[in-house]
């Protein structure tokens, strides 16, 4: 185990460079104390690795060192097929190459190793978009690769849906892509990190100048914070619902598993009826109503009184169309 971190830590150095302590350990999941343990074992077995002290320091190799110890393991080569790379890949004009580099890695691979990596392939398939969802239309996902790759700014024409419907320009330095359930969103910088939805880019035009990237910027980091932010934010407005045993039982297959756990960590006493009092995230008055809508006779709002009236109306309409 910790040979394999040794080997970790080593070629972390060598792919990024000067690292600290505190980064170290966070990649490879052990203290600092155990990062400055496998330093100290290193410089003993005679990798030229140093430290820099001060605000900006780190360890580093010495410049033109490189190891040679990449060989894959059984686990590692077969975890490699598991990526479902191919799908997001071609949206972004790279299939061929991720499957000619999945042809030469096959063929490179001693045989026990190929045969597994076929079970996997055989067995295992990611298929991102959710249910009855087709996927986003993304006509402008491969220009903005391209100017991601060369830290080119670009122009693009944005169809914003907040706080109203408008169509606007932005000038923006594009620092990375995510796929999040099969959706692509852009992660750029106009005045700073935003994210814009690459389906809602109506035009887009690369500029001629470059950037240079904002030292420290981790796309990883900056999507899991921005994803606590969006989250907190849709949990600002709330609905006070009353639930019967059957609509609580209900909540996770209507409202999911966050809304879920928020409204269970409100729930109130159960009354004489069995029913209880929970709080649930608001995002809209129509999609928290379309949510409650499906739990039928088994859930009544209690507040705010614009979903209560929202709820009631849409109910009197659906009431007369079955009279």
């Known amino acids: 185990m910790r040979a394999s971190r040794l080997v970790s830590l080593l070629l972390l150095l060598q792919n990024r460079g000067r690292m ?46 490189r190891t040679r110890l990449t060989g894959l393991t059984a686990d590692e080569a077969e975890s490699l097929f598991l990526t479902g790379l191919r799908g997001p890949a071609a949206e972004l004009g790279l299939g061929a190459q991720v499957a000619a580099a999945e042809l030469k890695l096959m063929a490179a691979l001693p045989t026990p190793y190929r045969d597994a990596s076929l079970r996997i392939r055989q067995r295992f398939h990611l298929d991102a978009p959710g249910w009855y969802r087709e996927p986003d239309a993304v006509p402008h996902l491969t220009a903005v690769a391209e100017a991601l790759w060369q830290d080119r700014r670009i122009e693009i024409r944005y169809r914003r849906w907040s706080p109203e419907p408008a169509e606007v320009t932005r000038r923006l330095r594009p620092l990375g892509l995510v796929l999040k359930a099969g959706v692509w969103y852009l992660v750029a910088i106009s005045k700073k990190p935003q994210t814009y939805r690459v389906a809602s880019i109506r035009s887009l ?59 269970r960590a409100t729930l109130g006493a159960p009354g004489p009826d069995g029913w209880r009092e929970a709080t649930v995230p608001l995002e809209s008055l129509a999609h928290a109503a379309a949510g409650l809508l499906r739990l039928g006779p088994e859930a009544r709002v209690v507040g705010p009184p614009e979903l209560v009236e929202h709820m009631a109306g849409t109910i009197a309409a659906m009431a007369e169309l079955y009279r």
């Open 205 to 263: 035009r690369a500029l001629p100048d470059t950037f240079t990237r904002p030292d420290g910027f981790e796309l990883a980091e900056f999507w899991r914070s921005h994803v606590e932010r969006y989250e907190r934010a849709d949990a600002a407005d709330a609905a006070v619902v009353r639930l019967s045993p059957a609509g609580l039982a209900a909540l996770p297959e209507v409202l999911g598993p966050r809304a879920t756990r928020q409204a």
């Open 20 to 65: 600290s302590a505190t980064r170290l350990a966070a990649e490879l999941g052990v203290t600092p104390r155990t990062v400055y343990r496998d330093v100290d074992a290193l410089a003993a077995a005679g990798v030229p690795i140093y430290a820099e002290h001060g605000p900006d320091g780190g360890y580093a190799l010495m410049d033109g060192y």
